[in-house]
């Protein structure tokens, strides 16, 4: 028994610190440094210096105490700060993105060390590590052999002028065609007060019919339809046109005779729509779509007979 007794009694103070110590180990902060390249820089360069800090679950990022943008030393900016979490199985990991500027001019290729900087956590108590110091290699941008008394720096040069002789032309042809294409337009659907009046009155007629063909159903609309068609054959007859008098309108205006049958149908379509049946629904035997056919027909006998 004395043996086992002391074999115990001498393990004790290991089995009496053994949660302490790993306590202990696993509040430990981890760090990582990731550097992009450490030589060739000169001055004027940016430097990107990544660190990944992992700290138990509990203790979180003084984001206060991060290093601020600005002078770090004489030939040493701070540019920017960023900083990621992520959560993982160990504790938390932190990656800070740390973006310095250098401002040293050297003749020589020089040695330099970005110095550790401190961050702190809070937790159960407060936690600080250091960044790992860094070292970089900076490069003259000026030739060894040059002094600094010959050195001139040229004015500046500005951009050399391009020769813009076909774009004028260019410019110009494609201005006319555009405006040519707008006045057509104009024309075409009396865009301007000017023009309205020298439109044909069948082709008047066709614009606002097409602004009814989202109304189909509707009778009103289609009603509508038939005073437009009424009003066209009127401006072009010169007075108002009624269907005892459509045979003086065709002696008058040969163009439109081939539309007699036609303009006979219209005329008592008109009387129905108006007179017998004015409670009726829109006629089967002459929808919307016939009536817009007979104004392009008339279209038609409008450019024929000018």
């Known amino acids: 028994m004395r043996p086992l007794f002391k074999l115990i009694f001498g393990l004790s103070p290991v089995l009496l610190w053994a949660p302490i110590l790993a306590c202990a180990a696993g509040s430990t902060p981890h760090v990582e440094s990731t550097v992009l390249r450490n030589f060739g820089y000169v001055i004027g360069d940016l430097v990107g210096y990544d660190v990944l800090v992992t ?9 206060e105490h991060l290093p601020v943008p600005g002078p770090l030393n004489e030939w040493l900016d701070i540019r920017t700060v960023n900083w990621t979490k992520a959560d993982t199985q160990g504790g938390t ?41 860094w070292n970089i290699a900076i490069a003259p941008i000026i030739p060894s052999d040059i002094s600094d008394e010959n050195i001139k720096i040229p004015e500046s040069v500005g951009p050399e002028p391009l020769p813009i002789g076909p774009h004028p032309l260019r410019f110009t042809s494609y201005l006319a065609g555009a405006l040519a294409v707008l006045a057509i337009l104009a024309l075409r659907y009396g865009w301007l007060p000017f023009f309205a009046k020298t439109t044909p009155p069948f082709a008047r007629a066709l614009r606002e019919l097409r602004k009814l063909n989202r109304k189909r159903g509707d009778v009103e609309a289609y009603r509508a339809a038939v005073r437009l068609l009424h009003r066209a054959l009127d401006d072009t007859a010169g007075f108002r046109l009624f269907a005892g008098e459509l045979e003086l309108f065709l002696a008058a205006h040969p163009a439109f005779a081939e539309l007699r049958d036609e303009l006979n149908h219209f005329f008592a379509l008109s009387r129905r729509v108006f007179y017998t049946a004015p409670d009726a629904p829109i006629p089967a035997d002459s929808p919307l779509e016939r009536l817009e056919t007979l104004c392009r027909r008339c279209i038609a006998a409008e450019r024929r007979s000018t």
């Open 55 to 63: 700290v138990p679950d509990g203790y979180a990022l003084e984001t």
């Open 93 to 133: 990991q932190y990656r800070l993105r740390l973006t310095y500027q250098i401002f040293k001019g050297v003749r020589q290729p020089e040695k330099l060390t970005i110095p550790a900087l401190p961050i702190r956590f809070r937790g159960q108590t407060q936690m600080e590590v250091q960044t790992q110091p």
